[in-house]
């Protein structure tokens, strides 16, 4: 299953989990209104009437107004609770998240070496998987084994483990723990899961109606004088009545909801169990890491605060177990999780202490090398591979987009090891990261690269002159691929600006690709994804909405990108470049023309991007597969081709493949 699929389910998931707060709300709402109809005939004169109390309530259930009334008053507490939580967990972000539960943020400039280890199994993670690199959160204060993903777009996402995981897992473990929020993220989990927390807390309103009723009427039985309180008896009495009703149905709204949450997370679990077994080549880390919690005093509990309201988050259920465990448990039985990657395992845990093998607390030292170097150097090679037809060709590249699938970690580690010795300090900071992405934004054209710098200086001052003279020379003659990557790894430090920062950065970015007065490929597709990443950071921009759910909603801005994506990769020759035009519309077997030369600008093709962001998961997927059959007629993306593909992926808000498999 891939990206699409699973981007697909996520939607076909929310869609249910509305309607299943739609039902809860419907019964909750039927339950309000039998309770004040109740209290409304118990409080009317019977004799007056003519009629017995069953047969007032029955009167009062179909009264229109009180129906209308109770109707309001339950939609807004509960539906308006919901919407508040939603909205203040956006406004927190997953930064904020990450900082409620207790977490410190991390950067490459980590010094402690299990941090270190941690921060490049996830940066290798992010550039295997084609999707930006999250930030990285430790939980100091939690002693037992745990991680999560938190977030929406995966351009604000976030990763979080706890101090226990990493002074206690091995690095194959870690990895496995690491890959599993990984599968969170790419499943399209992290977003509903956030929605979930809303759900949950919009049915919690009544309980904690009845609770503030309560309180306040202790002053009518407790303070006061004796008079006021033998008047007030009875009527405090029913007023408690009438609370202890709504935290009941209250109550029976959170059991339900909890329940359904349960359900829902326990399934999840299972999948990304999977995909993080299939990503590492290795379901022995994984396991490993699950017996490690199952012999360790502490297991899996996170005690902050908030922690019982994210539970399903957490890589391991965060309650301590009993009662509340069983009751409302998020996560499959950890013998049941084990024996899913290991089915030979005998059901016992062995007792787990504070020290690793080597007699030290936890892992041991980290010896300041990369992964992505001992992977580089273990004869992993990123060379780019050729299929015996386009159509093959696009197949592997749609499947290697977010598919966890074997492989992609060796590529990954092969590219982080090409990655220049004198970048990586750069990369740790965020004048460095400006000064190695100003360096990747600078043209080969001598004149045009002094315009450049005057702009750089003019925006910045001297202060980056240094840093940006490294980069240049250390970047000199690097490959797509690598300049592709190095991109990317600049976006977490970048991520450490403030908004003043940001948009100063911003304006520079696009002074330097508009310095020649054209803007070429690589330029656009650079400005396009780092600049779209941030303004989703920063919250500059909203994410795309689906309005296209069909292909002839967007045939005319799919001709205008394939058009432009043919002509590219030919390098002049027609009859290539309409080849690969027809291969790409015979795919919706489709008899189109191309655009006119003259149309072909990167405006109008930044327009119809712009259109194709808007479509379904299930389409967009179509249209990449197109866009993949017009660049294979020769086997193997050119750097040009690369380039184009990287904005469109981009712009689709899809993870790009690893080029380093491909480009050459």
């Not at 077994?277 to 005690?303: E, Y």
């Not at 797509?480 to 990557?485: K, P, V």
Request: aromatic residues 8%; glycine residues 10%; proline residues 3%.
């Amino acid at each position: 299953m891939n990206f699409f699929e699973r981007q697909e389910q996520a939607r076909g998931r929310t869609k249910l989990l509305v309607f299943l707060f739609c039902c809860a709300l419907f019964f909750t709402f039927a339950a309000v209104l039998a309770l004040v109809a109740w209290f409304a005939a118990l409080g009317t004169e019977t004799a007056s009437t003519g009629a017995s109390t069953s047969e007032l309530f029955v009167r009062y259930l179909a009264e229109p107004s009180l129906v209308a009334g109770v109707a309001v008053v339950v939609f807004l507490l509960i539906g308006g609770g919901s919407i508040f939580k939603v909205g203040e967990l956006k406004s927190m972000g997953a930064d904020g998240v990450a900082e409620a539960l207790g977490g410190t943020r991390i950067t490459r400039a980590a010094t402690d070496g299990a941090e270190r280890r941690l921060y490049n199994v996830v940066e290798e993670m992010a550039i295997a998987s084609g999707v930006p690199v999250p930030n990285v959160y430790v939980l100091r204060e939690e002693k037992a084994i745990n991680a999560c993903a938190i977030g929406g777009d995966p351009e604000s996402s976030a990763v979080a483990v706890t101090d226990g995981a990493l002074r206690t897992l091995s690095r194959d473990e870690l990895q496995g723990v690491v890959a599993h929020e990984f599968g969170h993220l790419l499943n399209g989990d992290v977003k509903m899961n956030m929605r979930l927390i809303g759900v949950l807390f919009g049915l919690q309103m009544l309980t904690l109606l009845g609770i503030g009723i309560f309180r306040s009427t202790l002053y009518l039985s407790f303070g006061g004088s004796s008079d006021d309180r033998k008047g007030a008896g009875g009527a405090v009495f029913a007023i408690w009545m009438f609370a202890f009703g709504l935290v009941v149905i209250g109550s029976i709204g959170v059991f339900f909801s909890n329940v359904i949450r349960a359900a829902i997370s326990r399934q999840r679990e299972f999948l990304a169990d999977a995909s993080a077994a299939q990503f590492t080549r290795n379901p022995a880390g994984l396991a490993g890491a699950l017996k490690k919690i199952g012999g360790l005093a502490g297991g899996s509990r996170v005690n902050a605060a908030r922690s019982a309201e994210m539970a399903h988050l957490f890589f391991g259920s965060v309650f301590s177990g009993g009662f509340m465990e069983s009751l409302f448990r998020t996560h499959p039985d950890l013998t049941e999780r084990i024996r899913r990657l290991e089915p030979t395992f005998d059901g016992r845990f062995e007792r787990v202490g504070g020290a690793s093998d080597d007699g030290r607390f936890g892992v041991a030292l980290y010896d300041g090398t990369p992964a992505s170097v001992r992977g580089a150097s273990n004869g992993t090679s990123a060379a780019p591979e050729r299929f015996a037809n386009g159509a093959t060709f696009a197949a592997a590249l749609i499947d290697s987009i977010a598919t966890q699938a074997a492989g992609k970690l060796d590529v990954a580690e092969a590219l982080l090891g090409e990655t220049p010795p004198e970048v990586e300090p750069l990369l740790a900071e965020f004048d460095g990261a400006r000064a190695v992405l100003y360096a990747l934004l600078t043209d080969a054209n001598e004149a045009v690269r002094k315009r450049q710098l005057e702009a750089i200086r003019k925006a910045e001052g001297t202060a980056l002159d240094a840093k940006i003279a490294a980069a240049l020379s250390a970047l000199s003659g690097a490959s797509f691929a690598t300049r592709s990557t190095v991109a990317r790894l600049t976006l977490p430090a970048l991520k450490t600006a403030n908004i003043a920062q940001y948009r100063k950065l911003r304006e520079t970015i696009l002074a330097l690709c508009a310095a020649d007065g054209t803007l070429d490929l690589f330029e656009y597709a650079l400005q396009a994804s780092v600049v779209r990443e941030l303004d989703v950071y920063f919250r500059l921009s909203r994410g795309t909405k689906i309005r296209f759910s069909r292909f002839d909603d967007v045939v005319e801005p799919f001709r205008t990108v394939l058009s432009l994506l043919a002509s590219e990769g030919a390098s002049g020759d027609q009859a290539a470049a309409r080849k690969a035009f027809d291969e790409g519309a015979s795919y919706f077997y489709l008899a189109l023309e191309p655009t006119p030369p003259e149309a072909r600008t990167l405006g109008a093709f930044s327009r119809a991007l712009n259109d194709l962001s808007q479509a379904t998961p299930v389409l967009k997927q179509k249209l990449l597969t197109a866009f993949y059959r017009c660049v294979a007629a020769d086997g193997v993306v050119v750097e040009r081709e690369g380039e184009l593909l990287e904005a469109i992926t981009s712009a689709l808000g899809v993870p790009s493949p690893v080029w380093g498999r491909w480009a050459r």
